[in-house]
């Protein structure tokens, strides 16, 4: 997101009068939090209700690997998993820590199968009637915030990981099936015409997807 792919959104936010810095902050990786079986393969996620926020990305994603994702708000999932609702849920280890997700599920598996993360923006207007002085102090102290924060995430999510162990029980995966299902199923294809631009410049990230 520091590179072209991350310049092209800044334009995207530009053409809707947001000016957004430069560096994004981090949300961390998303892992599958489970309240009734362990998830290591696409299989275990066959019909599998997951709870997903309400995202088109989200529950195309699940829906191609063949989970039946449900979009429950995120202060209501914990009671989702305790009355079924939803079998599971996925997100970051820290989500998934302070808001006591642990709780009420027996297994968390390290899909890694999204990342997230977060861009401050300002109104153009409001911003561009600021001195050009203090416009370059905002610009740097939340841009060097957003180095800081990112450091921060990874240790924190990496440390949880010995925490989150005395609750549930961790699971390693195997990426590749996953990466195979969602080929198969179309779901790159499928967001490769809705990103348009973006996707060459995800791909000189990623690697070829689609």
Do not use: C
């Given at each position: 997101?520091?590179?072209?792919?991350?310049?092209?959104?800044?334009?995207?936010?530009?053409?809707?009068?947001?000016?957004?810095?430069?560096?994004?902050?981090?949300?961390?990786?998303?892992q599958?939090?489970?309240?009734?079986k362990?998830?290591?393969?696409?299989?275990?996620?066959?019909g599998?209700?997951?709870?997903?926020p309400?995202?088109?990305?989200w529950?195309?994603?699940?829906?191609?690997?063949?989970?039946?994702?449900?979009?429950?708000?995120?202060?209501?999932?914990?009671?989702?998993?305790?009355?079924?609702?939803?079998?599971?849920?996925e997100?970051?280890?820290a989500?998934?820590y302070?808001?006591?997700?642990?709780?009420?599920?027996?297994?968390?598996s390290?899909?890694?199968?999204?990342?997230?993360g977060?861009?401050?923006?300002?109104?153009?207007?409001?911003?561009?009637?600021?001195?050009?002085?203090?416009?370059?102090?905002?610009?740097?102290?939340?841009?060097?915030?957003?180095?800081?924060?990112?450091?921060?995430?990874?240790?924190?999510?990496?440390?949880?990981?010995?925490?989150?162990?005395?609750?549930?029980?961790?699971?390693?995966?195997?990426?590749?099936?996953?990466?195979?299902?969602?080929?198969?199923?179309?779901?790159?294809?499928?967001?490769?015409?809705?990103?348009?631009?973006?996707?060459?410049?995800?791909?000189q990230?990623?690697?070829?997807?689609?």
């Amino acid at each position: 997101m520091d590179g072209a792919l991350g310049k092209h959104v800044i334009g995207a936010f530009e053409k809707a009068n947001l000016i957004a810095f430069d560096h994004m902050w981090d949300n961390g990786f998303r892992q599958t939090l489970s309240a009734t079986k362990a998830i290591r393969t696409p299989e275990d996620l066959q019909g599998y209700k997951i709870r997903v926020p309400p995202s088109a990305l989200w529950t195309s994603l699940f829906k191609s690997i063949g989970a039946a994702p449900v979009s429950v708000p995120w202060g209501e999932t914990y009671t989702a998993l305790q009355t079924r609702v939803a079998d599971g849920l996925e997100n970051p280890l820290a989500g998934i820590y302070f808001a006591k997700m642990h709780e009420v599920a027996k297994y968390l598996s390290g899909t890694n199968h999204m990342w997230d993360g977060f861009w401050f923006v300002a109104n153009r207007r409001s911003f561009e009637a600021m001195p050009a002085a203090t416009r370059d102090i905002v610009r740097k102290v939340i841009n060097d915030a957003a180095l800081l924060q990112r450091a921060d995430v990874a240790k924190l999510n990496n440390d949880l990981r010995a925490t989150l162990e005395k609750h549930v029980q961790f699971v390693e995966v195997n990426p590749t099936a996953f990466r195979e299902r969602l080929k198969v199923s179309g779901f790159y294809p499928e967001w490769q015409k809705k990103m348009g631009d973006a996707w060459p410049l995800l791909e000189q990230a990623t690697g070829k997807l689609a």
